[in-house]
């Protein structure tokens, strides 16, 4: 088997014989692995089958919410694309887990198209506010990103970034945003080649738009002003750059890459040159 099999470990997550091919990554090295009910995992984790299929179950009513809430957004012109991250994103997630919508936004509409989302999402009554506990099936738009501004830094493009790219599923697009957003993001093919190709050969068609986005940059300061002044108490590990918005609270590189250098020791493999390529 290849390494993909020990990065989906890291999330307790088993593979089927499609997936190890899809998300293969671009290193040679043979890993030990064991079949069970159609599913690969390292020796002695065939528990994690069962659990695999609980959190597919899990999942469909993740998918129903995050759709719904997806069609309220088409209302928001200035915003391009709405798609899924997160666990979700591959059906990893817990019952008591939150849905993560990513969204792709008009050149300098960046934080009027965050507030026009926040207001739909609040009014439906599903978003995941900063100081809730119980985060069940909310909400939380944990990234915007301008169209002028899809490409990660440099200093990020790694084969965890790369997979947050090419495992986002847009739930709707319009003006070819997904398109836009794989073409700026091209060296995630370094990391993981079939998954890149695979996305690009499976990009739907696209819309044009009927409203004019470009009509509310007029109202982008303002959006900005409120929103920084909002979260000034409240800033922890947020990303905040003129196209870009990251709102995770946690940063899952470092415990991602920390487990990845564990399981690689066990084979004399080395971190860096996998992790970031070269």
Known sequence: MNLTLLYA?????????????????NFPARIASVMDNGFYVLPRRQKLVQIRKKKEFYAVKKWEIARRVAVWMRWIPTI???GVTGGLARNNVNQNDDIDL???????????SRLMAIIIVELLGMRRRPTDTDVTNKI????????????VKKNEQDLFTAYEVLQMIPLWEKEGAY???LDANRWSAGFLPHAWKGRVKDQGSWVK???????FTVFEPLAKTI????????????????GNLRFHPHDARIW?????????????LPLDKIFYGG
């Open 227 to 242: 929103q920084l002044w909002y979260m000034r108490k409240r800033r922890t590990t947020e990303v905040i750059t003129p």
């Open 102 to 112: 990513f969204c792709i936004t008009k050149p300098g509409t960046l934080w009027i």
């Open 80 to 82: 391009t694309l709405v």
């Open 209 to 215: 738009s009927t409203m004019q986005g470009s009509l």
């Open 140 to 151: 939380c738009l944990n990234m915007f990103m301008s169209e002028d501004a899809l490409s």
């Open 9 to 25: 470990d890291i999330f307790d997550w088993p593979l089927s014989k499609e997936e190890l091919f899809f998300w293969k990554i």
């Open 256 to 268: 991602v890459k920390r487990e990845f250098a564990k399981r690689l020791s066990r084979y004399n």
């Open 179 to 181: 398109k836009k957003f």
